[in-house]
């Protein structure tokens, strides 16, 4: 049968669209791209400082959402409409920045429409801002901004190349000036990326400072894994290194990282315009790193003039107390307060699990003559309480 040139016209041109479908197809499957499908925004933040949140699943059978603010325990069952979205708003919650997952079906996730998320220690979480209070310092305003940069330095006495995190403040870069120093301490499950993630830090002195609250300072993040390099994904390891409780890992609170601080001092001392003299340091940390600032300044009683502790981890039940560093706790208060120093600040909140250690810690340096200050606040072991607590802090400094 004799083929005419109509269908043979036909037939060819039918070939190269199915052709150029299929690069098409390929094409789109050897990149990186995804598009969102449909409008749905979630989470909404209402007027009234509620929050609704709205998740497309008309095949689901359950959604929930899990947050980390205080009403009904940070839980909402969201109810499906006919159109198959799934909703639920919040009560009014107060200002803050807060952190949320979704479960569908029992499998948890992030929110399919929020763009926007953190890692804290192996899991990520979407986020969201309620403005009008303490989460407005936690957001980019218009007014001089400082840089970050990351540091690596040899330790000796740890046996490796580290890396930390360094705040400069605006116009750092211009002249000559000399600036104070922050040493600030993540906790466990930490790196040097958490107070700059999830504590906001940069934000935070950004807007402090520009309000005049703050004194400009540098601010140094290092790491305090004492094993570990850097964060998960950015060591030699690379991503056989994932995160992890620092408590479960070797090396923890064996006093090697307190003892080898000294050499983060000085290789910010001679790498960074800073004023090189006690009273014009301070060095504070959360959980993990409230235990770091606290031995870290009792075993180096002459660098530092201001000292906090945020949540501090001070449970000494697994902790070898006949350790150097560790040992003679009530001698080294004495040492301390000998030395002299401007401020030791304690903060907390009454529903901590850590809560019953700081007043026990307080205890014996009541016993000891050894002067304090107090801030004890609501709720447990969260960033919510510690970005709260810098934001205090700070303006205390120098």
């Known amino acids: 049968m004799k083929t005419s040139r109509h269908t043979c016209s ?48 008309p095949m689901a ?15 909402g069952k969201l109810e499906k409409d006919a159109e198959g979205i799934w909703k639920f708003t919040t009560v009014p919650l107060p200002s803050e920045m ?24 192996g ?38 190349e580290r890396r930390m995190s360094v705040y400069t403040p605006p116009c750092y870069g211009r002249g000559k000036k000399r600036y104070p120093v922050l040493y600030l301490l993540h906790g466990s499950g930490g790196d040097e990326n958490a107070w700059i993630e999830l504590g906001h830090t940069v934000r935070i002195m950004d807007n402090l400072i520009a309000e005049g609250k703050a004194e400009p300072m540098i601010v140094v993040m290092p790491n305090g894994n004492s094993l570990k390099q850097a964060a998960p994904g950015e060591t030699s390891e690379n991503l056989e290194y994932r995160p992890v409780m620092t408590n479960m890992m070797p090396g923890y609170k064996n006093g090697n990282y307190e003892m080898a601080f000294d050499e983060i001092v000085n290789y910010i001392d001679n790498h960074f315009r800073t004023i090189a003299k006690k009273e014009m340091r301070a060095v504070a940390g959360l959980s993990m790193g409230g235990f770091h600032s606290l031995f870290i300044a009792l075993n180096h009683p002459g660098m530092f003039d201001y000292i906090g502790l945020f949540s501090a981890g001070l449970n000494t039940a697994f902790l070898d107390m006949s350790l150097p560093v560790y040992s003679d706790m009530e001698k080294k208060l004495e040492n301390l307060k000998e030395e002299g120093y401007e401020l030791f600040w304690i903060a ?11 007043l026990k810690f307080m205890k014996t340096c009541d016993e000891a003559g050894f002067d304090y200050k107090y801030h004890e606040t609501s709720r447990g072991h969260i960033w919510a309480n ?3 607590y810098l934001l205090l802090f700070a303006p205390m400094l120098f």
């Open 123 to 160: 899991n990520n979480f979407s986020i969201f801002y309620i403005d009008g209070g303490y989460a407005d310092y936690y957001q980019v305003k218009d007014v001089p901004h400082g840089n970050l940069s990351y540091v690596w330095y040899q330790s000796e006495k740890l046996g490796t």
């Open 386 to 388: 510690w970005r709260q």
């Open 348 to 358: 907390i909140g009454k529903d901590d699990f850590l809560y019953q250690d700081n």
């Open 98 to 121: 807060y952190t949320y997952r979704i479960m569908i079906d029992g499998v948890m996730g992030l929110d399919p429409s929020n763009p926007f998320t953190r890692r804290d220690v």
């Open 61 to 75: 059978k359950e959604v929930q959402v899990f947050g980390d603010w205080e009403a009904d325990n940070g839980y």
């Open 10 to 57: 036909i037939l060819w041109k039918t070939a190269i669209s199915a052709l150029a479908l299929c690069i098409s197809f390929t094409a789109a499957s050897q990149q990186n791209v995804g598009f969102r499908q449909g409008d749905l925004i979630s989470p909404v933040i209402n007027s009234d400082n509620t929050v609704t949140f709205l998740v497309h699943a």
